[in-house]
């Protein structure tokens, strides 16, 4: 009896040994997996951050990846750097602006001490390269033939042209990772684009739409800008092309004659030059001509003299809105 009794307690301790270490190595197991599990959710959350920042951008010269947002940026043409002002960045590196040399006066305070990497025709590779950048906005129209070379730099994305500013805003706010700016930025825009057409169709009612014109003259010729920059924008805005001009496929029309003022024919004129001698004196004499008192802006006293840089070289979205800006001032609109 004590012999069973015995041989019973041991076959109780075994199964408790037995039972104690499969309860260790479960719980073992159990941490094991967890920590695997803590760790694959590291990872992956990693991976999930890392997707999350990894973006490919679509642009004129195809597809480019980038990989973290960008704090790096230079850019290459005017309104690019126009653009990133409006966004609130300031680039480590800009082109030389066509006036005002090195920066246009409207953007100067924010661009203190940024360095320039060339002219927007030709930048500095060693220049932008030595800045380290790690995302360069650039334009197909005057960069396509070094994209390779900069994208080698740094990601590059291009814009088609150097002034829809619009397009330039979302191409930048998506290579930026900052989309819901850019979104800000062009609701804006549209706001005080359609805030200022009820404006303009309130005061003038039966006279609107104007016909317009804007006009450049030049050392040995006169020309009439139908879109590009500020013709898209007084577009936008309502306004109608020049009276004798049905084409506009045509983006600027260079007139060497002065018996073609007549072309120039609107119910307002906006006109910029530069102050070479020989601008002024094409302006002078072409104005002094008979057939420009005969134009219907010049009888009715609305021949604006306005900033080649805002109305024709910045072309961003901050030049964009002062353009506005003068438009409201000068038709006595109150926005």
């Known amino acids: 009896m004590k012999y069973k009794q015995s041989k019973s307690m041991f076959f109780i301790g075994i199964t408790f040994l037995f039972t104690f270490s499969l309860l260790i190595g479960c719980g073992q ?8 599990e803590t760790d694959g959710e590291k990872t992956s959350g990693g991976q999930e951050t890392e997707s999350q920042e990894l973006i490919d951008v679509s642009h004129a010269m195809g597809t ?11 850019t290459l043409y005017q309104g690019a750097t126009d653009a990133a002002v409006a966004f609130g960045i300031k680039p480590v590196g800009i082109v030389e602006s066509w006036r005002e040399q090195p920066i246009y006066e409207y953007l100067r305070d924010d661009l203190t001490d940024v360095p320039i990497v060339g002219q927007e025709t030709q930048p500095n590779m060693e220049e932008i390269h030595k800045l380290d950048p790690d995302l360069i906005i650039a334009s197909q129209l005057r960069h396509e033939e070094i994209y390779d070379q900069l994208s080698a730099i740094a990601p590059t994305v291009m814009h088609e042209t150097v002034f829809e500013f619009k397009e330039t805003v979302e191409l ?14 062009l609701n804006e825009w549209d706001s005080r684009v359609a805030n200022l057409q009820d404006k303009l169709e309130s005061t003038y009612s039966d006279e609107w739409p104007f016909h317009v014109s804007v006009l450049n003259f030049r050392a040995d010729h006169a020309r009439i800008y139908v879109t590009g920059f500020a013709g898209s924008i007084l577009d ?3 306004f109608e092309g020049p009276k004798e001009i049905t084409d506009d496929s045509q983006a600027v029309l260079k007139l060497t004659d002065k018996e073609s003022i007549t072309e120039m024919n609107a119910d307002v004129f906006y006109l910029f030059m530069n102050d070479e001698k020989a601008a002024q004196k094409t302006y002078q004499e072409w104005t002094e001509h008979p ?13 604006h003299r306005v900033d080649e840089v805002i109305w024709n070289m910045g072309g961003g979205i901050t030049a964009a809105n002062l353009m506005l800006d003068d438009i409201s001032d000068r038709l006595e609109i109150q926005e």
């Open 29 to 36: 197991s159990d941490e094991q997996t967890s920590l695997e």
């Open 64 to 74: 480019t990846t980038i990989e973290e947002k960008p704090e790096r940026i230079v």
């Open 172 to 185: 930048m706010g998506e290579a930026m990772m900052e989309e819901d700016k850019a979104a800000e930025l």
């Open 236 to 238: 936008e805005l309502g």
């Open 291 to 303: 057939l420009w008192d005969e134009l219907d802006a010049v009888k009715a006293d609305q021949v």
